[in-house]
């Protein structure tokens, strides 16, 4: 495990006195307790239950999710007996993370069941396994202010002790004069006599009969120094999981499948000699998922064609210096050589003495393998764009022109490969500028862009593999709200699946959806100092590691550390992620313009906002029983209010947006011209009506489809969106239409009493006839659709539209979607008619009547009038009851009447 620079501490051992099994028990849970508690946990040690015992109980602070901890210190295999205990433990107290960390390392059996849990994508419980390297790792981070203290040689290699105490030191074995072997030591010098670690190698059955001394002090030329390269290399680290905002891993990541398949096909190419290119750019905007992508090809590589391709992944934000090409070439293919995909190692010394890389003697035996093997060798230098930001760091093109100039030439079997964030502009005096130009005739670019619709689908699916099956309402929002951009998908999800474990989904709206109120509640977590470190973080990102600890301390960045605000690549530190960066540095975030189409009718919203006049609070229930609506159409209509900012969110109720009035249509109409101007449809019609007068129906359906992801709506669906999308652009002012074209509105007021006619209220004034009412429903189940023109049919077909059977579409009507799927799954035309006349609030009001009155219409009457605010004429009062008498007697929900 490399360190710092191209010190090595390689691994760790553990020296006690007394090595009785309690003692070793109790001295490694207090040792595990230490790096559980630097990565950020509250551990309670030794806890017992009834019938049984956990070694630590480990709770992370952030998210407040126990983990029960077994620590098994012994050098026999860990037996898959210790993986079902640890997982029936946590499962009898419903714990759903559970950890083993082990000194030893797995028997078969263990290493299989390990393989079957880590690959079990919902398991009920997650378990996590920390190996004697994860323990390493550990220890390394948190006594990294003692070990920077000891005078470390920068290319030595060294193991780390810990005593009984929990003390670091390090030490180092020298066999040149076998077999008389020695151990050198660097320790803290005011802690212990160099006599009391003689004693604990003496103890040690693996070291007993070495000679210790203590290190003497090294002297280190300056120019000898600044031979060896300094620069930590790191690879491209996966997140945890889903949830994190790192890279995704391979088995989390969703698309993407054509440019996968391109650029395999580009390097099978290569080992084909079919191409003489050998430099490729995977391009795209920030958040796009450029390292998820490499993180897929490399593991697709690995799993298909692992015997022939090798691919290392580096972290450019880990680059400290100009040396950073260079160490980075020398690492990956010692990287190839330690897992077995090449013999040869490179020397340090032999690259730094040579005039070029690939001509280097033993860069060039490795070339040599690779052809002579038909293998080819993939390094690819992610966050380019990092290197941009540090003048320090202009010497790295440098080294990259020759690299890149020596590949070119060659045409041998090393792939150079870089990403980096599209839109990135050089001035002239920058040297990367004369770099990237050099290599546009050379390289082939691959640009990696927006989600489809089948993406954004399948990684709402990981999600919900993960968690919970989310309802389609909020599903819709998700789809809608991310439009297709990768990383504002992956952070509604997040948020809204981290909602749902302490919210219902009824409970949830679409107003939380909002990009910047998700980065507000990212910093109103944090302290006055971790505000004040992100924000120097950002300004400064890539910078040390050392020197944010140096001016914040250890806690403020281990606590953004683990709210995973911020990220650790190699000795430099940088915000978890680009668009929150530039948030930082902005207060801005990219600009996304509302995208949502309302899913209720116009007449529902409006018909709703009276509700919550005057002054009312109201909750979904209320609103569900006032309007008479069902749930599901009451959600979407809630979700409408909320996206339309016209109610807002107090506690667990509802009540009106107190900055506007929506006390007449005048304010409801002003208020959704403020609000929808700001629409993605509304700026794209404004920009078309510029140049000419009007566009068609059509044109907006096409704007519309293309809002969403690829393949997310099918053409019909996007004319009902139209359809019903265009009844409140007319009724808030911004347009009109005669039904096939839209136009700007340049004079006069919107006519209101459109909306409130007896046959548009929604509340279902019925003036058709029912049998007629079935033959048209017949006639669409058949044709497809009705002719909206057809002679008589006028007010049977608005009746239908009044119970949400139908939908007008220019000159003919189709089922609503609704109605769609319940005839699809069976229903038949008379049952589905039968139902929606029952959810009319006016239908059924008549209906409770009949049971009282008889067949007293009058009477019937004046029991409604005043619910409905009614003003009809005697007349009025027997042709509107009756018709829908015969409505109820036609579908059976009455005793039959015969229909005239």
């Given at each position: ?9 390689t ?7 007394d090595?009785?099994?309690?003692k ?5 849970e207090?040792?595990?307790k ?19 015992e ?50 030893s390392?797995?028997?078969?059996e263990?290493?299989?069941l ?27 981070s ?22 009984e ?18 151990i050198r ?37 300056d ?27 391979p ?7 054509d ?45 298909k ?13 880990s680059a ?13 293919l ?33 070339i040599d ?20 930001t540090?003048?320090s ?5 440098r ?17 150079i490969?870089?990403?980096f ?28 862009g ?19 099956s ?21 952070k509604?999800?997040i948020?809204?699946?981290k ?11 679409a ?59 190699g ?30 009718e116009?007449?529902?919203l ?16 209320s609103?569900v ?27 667990n ?6 900055t ?8 409801i ?16 019609i ?73 046959n ?50 220019r ?16 229903k038949s035309?008379e ?13 059924n ?56």
């Amino acid at each position: 495990m490399r360190y710092k620079g191209t010190i090595m501490i390689t691994d760790v051992e553990f020296f006690l006195h007394d090595s009785s099994n309690p003692k070793k028990g109790e001295f490694f849970e207090k040792l595990s307790k230490y790096i559980l508690e630097h990565y950020g946990y509250e551990v309670i040690e030794r806890v017992r239950f009834t019938g049984m015992e956990i070694d630590l109980i480990a709770c992370d602070k952030v998210t407040q999710n126990r983990i029960f901890v077994e620590c098994k210190y012994h050098r026999d295999p860990l037996q898959a007996s210790d993986i079902h205990m640890i997982n029936s433990k946590c499962t009898f107290k419903k714990v759903s993370t559970g950890l083993l960390i082990y000194t030893s390392s797995l028997g078969k059996e263990a290493k299989g069941l390990r393989d079957e849990v880590e690959q079990d994508v919902n398991p009920a419980v997650r378990l996590l396994f920390w190996d004697k390297e994860k323990i390493l790792e550990g220890l390394l981070s948190k006594f990294k202010h003692v070990i920077d203290g000891f005078n470390l040689h920068p290319s030595g290699s060294y193991i780390m002790g810990i005593d009984e105490n929990v003390i670091p030191f390090v030490f180092s074995i020298d066999s040149s004069q076998a077999p008389k072997q020695s151990i050198r030591v660097f320790r803290k010098m005011d802690y212990q006599a160099i006599e009391y670690y003689s004693r604990l190698f003496e103890s040690s059955e693996q070291f007993c009969g070495y000679e210790v001394s203590e290190n003497k002090e090294i002297v280190v030329n300056d120019d000898l120094a600044n031979k060896h390269f300094k620069d930590t290399v790191a690879q491209i680290s996966p997140g945890d999981d889903i949830f994190d905002y790192r890279p995704s891993k391979p088995i989390d990541f969703v698309g993407r499948a054509d440019l996968i398949d391109e650029v395999e096909k580009f390097l099978y190419a290569v080992q084909k000699k079919e191409t003489r290119t050998r430099l490729i750019s995977i391009e795209g905007p920030s958040g796009y998922g450029k390292s998820s992508f490499l993180l897929k090809l490399a593991d697709g590589l690995k799993s298909k064609r692992g015997k022939n391709f090798f691919t290392y992944l580096v972290d450019c934000r880990s680059a400290t210096s100009g040396a950073f090409i260079t160490t980075a070439l020398i690492e990956a293919l010692n990287e190839g050589n330690r897992a077995g995909f090449i013999k040869n190692r490179v020397k340090s010394d032999d690259v730094q003495n040579s005039l070029s890389y690939l001509t280097c003697e033993s860069i060039k035996q490795i070339i040599d393998e690779l052809e002579q093997q038909n293998k080819v060798f993939i390094l690819f230098f992610d966050q380019f764009e990092e290197i941009l930001t540090k003048l320090s760091l202009n010497p790295v093109f440098r080294n990259l022109q020759r690299l890149f100039n020596e590949v070119i030439a060659s045409e041998t079997n090393i792939v150079i490969g870089f990403s980096f964030r599209s839109h990135v502009y050089f001035q002239e005096n920058n040297e990367a500028y004369y770099v990237f130009r050099s290599t546009e005739d050379h390289r082939l670019r691959f640009e990696i862009g927006n989600f489809t619709s089948k993406d954004v689908r399948s990684l709402i699916k990981q999600f919900e593999k993960r968690t919970v099956s989310l309802t389609a309402p909020i599903r819709r929002r998700i789809e809608e709200q991310s439009q297709g951009l990768p990383w504002l998908l992956k952070k509604l999800c997040i948020h809204v699946f981290k909602q749902l474990k302490i919210k219902k989904q009824s409970e949830f709206f679409a107003s939380n959806l909002n990009i910047q109120s998700l980065f507000i509640s990212d910093l109103e977590k944090l302290s006055v100092t971790e505000k004040r470190c992100l924000q120097y973080i950002a300004e400064n990102s890539p910078i040390g590691f050392d020197q944010v600890i140096d001016r914040f301390g250890d806690d403020t960045i281990n606590q953004l550390q683990q709210q995973r605000l911020v990220i650790k690549t190699g000795t430099n530190c940088t915000i978890y992620w680009d668009i929150f960066k530039e948030y930082l540095l902005t207060e801005r975030t990219p600009v996304i313009p509302f995208s949502s189409i309302p899913q209720c009718e116009l007449t529902m919203l409006l018909k709703s906002i009276k509700e919550f006049l005057p002054d009312k609070k109201l909750t979904k229930s209320s609103l569900v029983q006032s309007t008479d609506y069902s749930v599901k159409t009451v959600m979407n209509i809630i979700a409408d209010l909320l996206m339309l900012e016209i109610v807002i969110m107090d506690k667990n109720k509802l009540l009106l947006n107190r900055t506007s009035k929506f006390s007449s249509d005048s304010d409801i109409s002003n208020h959704l011209y403020d609000v929808l101007s700001k629409h993605a449809i509304v700026i794209d019609i404004d920009k078309r009506l510029d140049i000419t007068s009007s566009i068609s129906i059509n044109d907006v359906s096409e704007m519309i489809l293309k809002l969403y992801p690829e393949g997310a709506l099918t053409y019909k669906t996007a004319k009902t969106y139209t359809s019903k999308f265009l009844k409140f652009l007319v009724y808030s002012g911004h347009y009109v239409t005669d039904g096939a074209a839209v136009s700007k509105r340049t004079e006069g007021s919107v006519d209101f009493s459109s909306y409130y006619t007896p046959n548009r209220t929604g509340i279902g004034v019925l003036s058709g006839s029912p049998k007629k009412a079935k033959e048209i429903c017949e006639k669409i189940k058949r044709d497809g659709h009705y002719d909206k023109a057809i002679s008589g049919s006028r007010n049977t077909i608005n009746d239908l539209s009044l119970l949400s059977i139908v939908e007008f579409q220019r000159d003919a009507i189709f089922f609503s979607e609704s109605i769609c799927l319940s005839i699809s799954s069976g229903k038949s035309i008379e049952n589905v008619i039968k139902e929606q006349l029952q959810k009319s609030t006016y239908v059924n009001a008549i209906k409770e009547e009949l049971a009282h009155a008889s067949r007293d219409y009058i009477k019937i009457y004046e029991k409604i009038s005043d619910r409905f605010d009614f003003k009809w004429s005697d007349s009025s009062v027997k042709r509107n009851i009756s018709t829908v008498v015969r409505w109820l007697s036609f579908f059976s929900v009455i005793p039959l009447i015969e229909d005239k």
